[in-house]
């Protein structure tokens, strides 16, 4: 069955941070090209970041310098580092996969992160 599961979401005050994980099951992460996107409410759903099957990475504009996309494939777990997270962050950041080689695309539940004081 194929899924991915996201955790490691929560509360923070402004200027903290939190390290995401999405746990892939199912299909091997080394194939795919992953994605973290972000919904806030009354907004678009936002990409975060993007780490290519060979490692090579991307980030918005707005998180760049803050944020840190990696995965493990040994693991099949893609992770999302966040420092110096404000209150803009605050959204339900979801985990996506995209297949380099069909056109499997598979997305996660997703984890609320709220930044807040």
């Known amino acids: 069955q194929v899924q991915l599961v996201e955790s490691g979401g929560g509360l923070v005050q402004p200027g903290g941070s939190l390290r995401l994980s999405c746990a892939a099951s199912?299909?091997?992460?080394?194939?795919?090209?992953m994605n973290w996107y972000r919904q806030a409410p009354g907004k678009q759903r936002e990409l975060v970041a993007f780490i290519s099957f060979g490692g090579s990475t991307n980030y918005a504009d707005s998180v760049k310098g803050r944020f840190t996309i990696s995965r493990d494939n040994a693991k099949n777990t893609v992770y999302l580092s966040m420092n110096s997270l404000k209150p803009e962050d605050t959204a339900v950041y979801h985990c996506?996969?995209?297949?380099?080689?069909?056109?499997?695309?598979?997305w996660g539940q997703g984890t609320q992160v709220t930044v807040s004081s």
């Open positions: 996506n996969a995209r297949s380099i080689y069909t056109n499997a695309d598979y």
């Open positions: 199912g299909f091997p992460i080394s194939n795919y090209g």
